[in-house]
């Protein structure tokens, strides 16, 4: 019970859309992380029904993402006022409507931040940490990388801040202390974890990915993603190249995660960070809490 | 005399063609680290008295960069090896034909290189050292950040290895030494020494910029180049999206960097990294120095 969000590492497992589920929440607090939901895709009651898992098997503390381009985040909202979690995550968006309600029921609210000046904004509203996401990060990504944003976020805010984007080990954790991060984000890592609830295929995939195994999608429709390339990707580009229109585009991408989850590595969207490279084997939650932390166990 | 590269610093000034003449780069060696000379637009005559200009005012090791694209490395590399440097960095290709060559000479070569395959051939030659750079640098980059790169890069090969990109204080020093490299390799920093012979325009524009200032140009022509964003980027992405032939491409880019040299930042590109948000003012070498290695003086 030592660092700002009160788990015991300072570690915060990212929110990963459709995929971290209790399970996976369950196992990063129980490890002493900060397990973080995603809500992507669920209502009320689903949200609901993942809080009471979370809760029967641990009372660690864990979060609840809010993506705030999500169109029900309104009534996620009046759910977490309602029934208060010990922390939100908000990313994509501001939670300025709602940072001092939250934090009225006992809420911690940390923003995932891509530059200086959003970090300044959510700094303003009060927020109580932030985690400033480097562009090798899997998934949606902004356009600084980790080095080059977490010494500048962290030189223009007095919010504690944690650096996500390329971090595997405690290599990664120590470099993101010398830059004046607090603790960590972890994402791609924990897509090889044990607990994770994406089919062997798509883990297959990144224990075979190499440094240079991600591409970005999405730059043509102003929201880049960063995955690994596959027969989708090539698809993606080269529709892209012939002038594809947004529609076409987004026709191959709508639902390409889902597909990926369950197991179609060739028409799925394979989200990944550029740490790909580094995942040798499928591991227990623990396993990867312990090559970040080695030391405090 | 302490570093693998002979330097009393572990600390490499990134080649900044057109630009790090033997000023800046006395200065550097001076101060301790690696003044490296850029050798862009030089024939043999030029580089030689590159070099005499050097030997004339200090004692201290430097190094001749060979970017390999250009059309004279023949020429140029005939010159080092009757007259030789104590090292020779290289960028943009292999040095395969002449690391051997260099060597016997007495010669260390280093070589820059942006992905873990990359390195793993260098290694091979027996290069002396590697500069692992990340795309947050300025000028012409790869894909990987310099988190990513640097550990991915430093558990593949045996060989010492520098991280480049994203450093500008001993908060990058100290990062980069715990994703496992021996020292670093600095450019955007050193642009803003007073020791640097760009224009006061162009360094101004420095001063002003933020962590999101730059963008990256080229990528429709297979050459990305980081740079500030300005009316020269503007008309490039415009032309671009109008599908541009790659000839009208370069006719905008083609000579650029001389004119940011010369003052003309509307017309010029202003190579920079994403650090160049921390370049507060204009300084001498060894202010920059100094604070990549505050404990080491």
Redesign the interface.
């Known amino acids: 019970m030592t660092t700002v969000l009160k788990t015991r590492l300072p570690l915060i497992q990212g929110a990963l859309a459709q995929i971290s589920t209790a399970g996976l929440v369950v196992a990063v607090s129980k490890a002493g992380g900060l397990g973080v939901l995603t809500t992507t895709g669920l209502d009320e009651d689903g949200l609901a029904a993942q809080i009471a898992a979370v809760r029967t098997q641990t009372a660690a503390p864990f979060a609840v993402n809010l993506m705030l381009q999500q169109a029900n985040i309104p009534e996620l909202l009046a759910y977490l006022l309602a029934h208060p979690v010990p922390v939100v995550t908000t990313s994509a968006g501001s939670p300025k409507r709602f940072v001092t309600q939250l934090q009225a029921v006992g809420t911690q609210v940390v923003a995932v931040i891509p530059?200086?000046?959003v970090a300044q904004k959510m700094a303003a509203l009060g927020v109580d940490a932030l985690v400033a996401e480097?562009?090798?990060s899997g998934g949606h990504i902004g356009?600084?990388?980790?080095?080059?944003?977490v010494?500048?976020v962290t030189?223009a805010v007095d919010v504690p801040v944690f650096a996500a984007?390329?971090?595997?080990d405690v290599?990664?954790v120590?470099?993101?202390?010398?830059?004046?991060a607090v603790g960590v984000q972890v994402g791609t890592a924990f897509l090889a974890a044990e607990e994770t609830p994406i089919s062997p295929a798509y883990q297959q995939a990144l224990v075979a990915a190499?440094?240079?195994s991600t591409v970005v999608t999405g730059h043509a429709l102003g929201d880049a993603v960063r995955c690994l390339h596959n027969p989708l990707t090539d698809a993606y580009f080269a529709a892209e190249q012939q002038g594809a229109t947004p529609e076409d585009l987004h026709a191959l991408l709508d639902g390409s995660l889902a597909k990926a989850i369950a197991g179609d590595v060739t028409h799925g969207t394979l989200m990944a960070?550029?740490?790909a490279?580094?995942i040798a084997k499928i591991e227990p939650v623990a396993a990867i809490v312990q090559r970040l932390y080695p030391d405090e166990r």
Request: charged content about 15%; cysteine-free; proline content about 0%.
């Open positions: 530059s200086v000046k480097g562009m090798e356009t600084l990388t980790t080095m080059a944003l010494q500048q030189a984007g390329g971090i595997y290599a990664g120590r470099a993101a202390e010398a830059l004046g190499s440094d240079t960070g550029q740490i490279g580094r």
